[in-house]
T-cell receptor, first 117, second 112 residues
């Protein structure tokens, strides 16, 4: 299947700083990328949907000024957590969707563990 | 309001037996369904999908069944292997939408 990478896989930052997470689709062009957050023992929570070249669409309750999403190309989307707080500590996962003939697939990155101290 | 429900948070199955993971949905606009497998601290891995024009799709040990009238789908894993132990997520898409709705997941444990 297609491959989606995330970088970094793990990051520790101090409260008040900003952190950028990159998501790349390595072998296909992804028109749409998604950012999820997973809390312990909970399902994936969709944060936002981003389409290349346009503004991201944020889910209700997700602060767009805090979680900046940029989808500058068909293979790269970035999530920047600004002015991070300890409660932002979580596992962030990106994914990219791919429509093929008669099928839809969504491939996920390996995730990024963010710890804010 | 959960539109995609996985009512069993966990399932334990003996190696070699069949694992059946269930998923119910409430929105009749959903017409495409996907199953993902997730290990701890990793991103989900796509397993198998099914369009609403079908009632069955098979890929190796994995088969997904769709019952549209009951708004129910299930993932069968035969035979189950210890490496199948993971959390399985069901997801649904509305026609023309790129945004799947995920269930809460079912944790499958396959014991020897």
């Amino acid at each position: 299947g297609a491959v989606v990478s995330q970088h970094p896989s793990r990051v520790i930052c101090k409260s008040g700083t900003s952190v950028k997470i990159e998501c790349r689709s390595l072998d296909f062009q992804a028109t749409t990328m998604f950012w999820y957050r997973q809390f312990p023992k909970q399902s994936l929570m969709l944060m936002a949907t981003s389409n290349e070249g346009s503004k991201a669409t944020y889910e209700q309750g997700v602060e767009k000024d805090k979680f900046l999403i940029n989808h500058a190309s068909l293979t790269l989307s970035t999530l920047t957590v600004t002015s991070a707080h300890p409660e932002d500590s979580s596992f962030y996962i990106c994914s990219a969707s791919l429509w093929q003939v008669n099928s839809y697939e969504q491939y996920f990155g390996p995730g990024t563990r963010l710890t804010v101290t | 309001d959960q539109q995609v429900k996985q009512n069993s948070p966990s399932l334990s199955v003996q190696e070699g037996r069949i694992s059946i993971l269930n998923c119910d949905y409430t929105n009749s606009m959903f017409d495409y369904f996907l199953w993902y497998k997730k290990y701890p601290a990793e991103g989900p891995t796509f397993l198998i999908s099914i369009s609403s024009i079908k009632d069955k799709n098979e890929d190796g040990r994995f088969t997904v069944f769709l019952n549209k009238s009951a708004k129910h789908l299930s993932l069968h894993i035969v035979p189950s292997q210890p490496g199948d132990s993971a959390v399985y997520f069901c997801a649904a898409l509305k026609g023309g939408s790129y945004i799947p709705t995920f269930g809460r997941g079912t944790s499958l444990i396959v014991h020897p």
